[in-house]
């Protein structure tokens, strides 16, 4: 875990509210793996709002740089987005533990910005392995929100299967319509899934209908990241190995497999 300033190299408004910076942080480039994230104090120069905020890895880049992708929700991302190119970010990371894949074909299956962590899990996964051993199912409410990131994915020559609510883009419903798609073949899968709470609950019960083992990436308020505040977290599940009742969200995870997970 580094703490360090990162310079903003590229700021890009992927869609009406959903921004993209690439910050140059060599010290946490280097060591970040796929699922972990950074803290970000969004504005330096004063002190509200007070907390720092979390953003899961995107990408990084042999170049030092690593990318943070964001939706304009509130007091802090709406700071986050005003920071220009050439300004520096207080930074701390990389944080939290990362997806562990073993040698099954594997399904990524990501809803909202929680696919953003996946493209960078997707390259680690096409840099030991080939594009024939993991297939993707991606979901958000509309294009405009959805064509930015699966370009991500074509870039790498891998073609998601995809679902927007509104119908605009693909099949027009939920990404967990299309597991059974997926599933076809008969071959077991790791699952792999980052996005809202009730699809990645979904995700995990139809992986266990499947005999899927399963990893979720957690989202809370993950105002400190080392496990310090205990503001992030969430209901274990009996299975939890040592009888905890709760999973820290930061220190335990963000990833965790979904048996672990007391879903509600």
């Known amino acids: 875990m580094k703490q360090c300033e990162a310079a903003i190299i590229r700021h890009e408004r992927l869609s009406a509210d959903i921004i993209r910076l690439t910050l140059l942080a060599p010290s946490i480039a280097a060591t970040a793996r796929p699922g972990q ?21 995107h990408q990084t880049f042999p170049d030092g740089s690593i990318q943070v992708v964001f939706k304009v929700l509130g007091k802090g991302t709406e700071a986050l987005a005003r920071a220009k190119e050439g300004e520096t970010l207080d930074l701390v990371g990389p944080l939290g533990n990362s997806f562990e894949l073993g040698r099954q074909p594997i399904c990524l299956v990501g809803g909202g910005l929680g696919i953003a962590p996946l493209v960078f899990l997707a390259r680690a996964i096409k840099d030991t392995s080939t594009s024939s051993s993991v297939s993707v199912i991606l979901g958000a409410r509309t ?4 064509q930015p990131l699966v370009d991500c994915f074509s ?45 990645m609950r979904q995700v995990a019960a139809i992986s266990r209908g499947y005999g899927w083992p399963c990893q979720v990436s957690l989202e809370t308020m993950m105002a400190c990241g080392i496990k310090a505040c205990l503001g992030c977290t969430v209901h ?5 190995s040592g009888g905890e009742l709760y999973l820290h969200v930061c220190q335990d995870g963000p990833i965790f497999d979904e048996g672990e997970v007391a879903w509600k």
């Open 37 to 57: 994230f950074v803290n970000i104090r969004v504005d330096k120069n004063n002190f509200d709002p007070l907390l720092r905020r979390p953003f899961s890895i």
């Open 143 to 146: 294009r405009d929100e959805l």
């Open 155 to 199: 870039a790498m020559g891998i073609t998601p299967h995809v679902a927007t609510d509104d119908g605009t883009m693909g099949h027009h419903g939920l990404a967990t319509d299309l597991m059974p798609r997926i599933a076809q073949d008969g071959r077991t899968r790791q699952v792999c899934t980052c996005g809202p709470y009730p699809m």
């Open 236 to 240: 274990a599940s009996a299975n939890r």
